[in-house]
């Protein structure tokens, strides 16, 4: 046996999504406002701290919320410790979506047939450039309430549903609580 060292080759990399930021010319990179939700309920205080040290490695992270506990939703589990970032990338959104699937395949996800099952990382975009991508936002505080604690101005151009307003009934009807003993740094 060979005393190489085997480097996996889905192994991220420090910088490995900014690639798309070698652009010479800056006009001509087209920048995106990125918020994500992120949750785990596995080993979820060293995971949620992993990925954010990891998605600094893809974009540039301005923001993130206080981290909230939820119950587990559609599937019997430990509760859910959920977050929200703000992130900076030059990175087209169908790389960043292969960029967050890595980093939850580098986190033991494992995707089962239950999609609400307990995991390591839940990586999803929420708002790309002030667009609704995940529509969870409206209906989940565990999507809406850290969501609004970073862009509580938000209102949907299409539906003029206010954020604040909404994350405020879904978290007086749903069990949230905001964990003071627990936060993470987007430096």
Do not use: C
């Not at 060979?2 to 920048?31: A, L, M, N």
């Not at 599937?75 to 990338?89: E, K, Q, S, W």
């Not at 969870?136 to 970073?150: C, D, G, K, Q, T």
């Amino acid at each position: 046996m060979s005393d190489q060292k085997i480097i996996p080759t889905h192994e991220i990399k420090p910088g490995f999504g900014r690639i798309f930021d070698t652009v010479k010319d800056p006009y001509k990179r087209r920048f995106h406002q990125v918020y994500l939700g992120i949750g785990s309920n596995i080993q979820p205080e060293r995971n949620l701290k992993l990925s954010i040290h990891r998605l600094r490695d893809i974009a540039v992270v301005k923001r993130v919320s206080s981290v909230y506990e939820t119950e587990s939703y559609g599937a019997p589990g430990p509760n859910f410790l959920n977050a929200a970032v703000l992130m900076i990338t030059s990175s087209p959104i169908p790389i960043l979506k292969s960029f967050l699937y890595q980093i939850e395949i580098l986190h033991g996800r494992i995707r089962k047939e239950n999609k609400n099952a307990p995991r390591t990382i839940d990586l999803d975009i929420l708002l790309v450039d002030n667009r609704v991508v995940d529509t969870n936002i409206w209906s989940r505080a565990f999507a809406a309430v850290p969501l609004s604690e970073i862009y509580p101005n938000f209102i949907d151009p299409l539906t003029n549903k206010k954020l604040k307003e909404e994350s405020s009934v879904l978290s007086k009807n749903t069990w949230i609580i905001r964990r003071k003993d627990l936060t993470l740094s987007s430096e």
